[in-house]
Nanobody, 118 residues
């Protein structure tokens, strides 16, 4: 059974940093695109950053220059380094991955809470 297990969320003061990790467990053939999304209370889930299997990245405008997405294919893990956090970054952060087992499917992590205090 394929699972995405996230870690690294928590409470941080404005201007601080956090690093999120998301590890894929289970027997798989290949991981294609991976990404991080977030959902704040009362808002829709939105893309934060994405990374292809080859390492090409994309970022939402509101995190450019502050967040960095990376992945370790050998460890089947994607990371999100978040710097210069502000209270507007407070949300539940979800890991997403397109994974090939027998077919290609989208998988989601359980979410990790990030809270930035002012």
């Amino acid at each position: 059974q394929v699972q995405l297990v996230e870690s690294g969320g928590g409470l941080v003061q404005a201007g601080g940093s956090l690093r999120l990790s998301c590890a894929v467990s289970g027997i798989i053939f290949r991981i294609n695109n991976m990404g991080w999304y977030r959902q704040a209370p009362g808002k829709q889930r939105e893309l934060v950053a994405g990374i292809t299997s080859g390492g090409s990245t994309t970022y939402a405008d509101f995190v450019k220059g502050r967040f960095t997405i990376s992945r370790d294919n050998a460890k089947k893990t994607v990371y999100l380094q978040m710097n210069s956090l502000n209270p507007e970054d407070t949300a539940v952060y979800y890991c997403n991955a397109e994974i090939v087992v027998f077919t290609t499917s989208d998988y989601w992590g359980q979410g990790t809470q990030v809270t930035v205090s002012s």
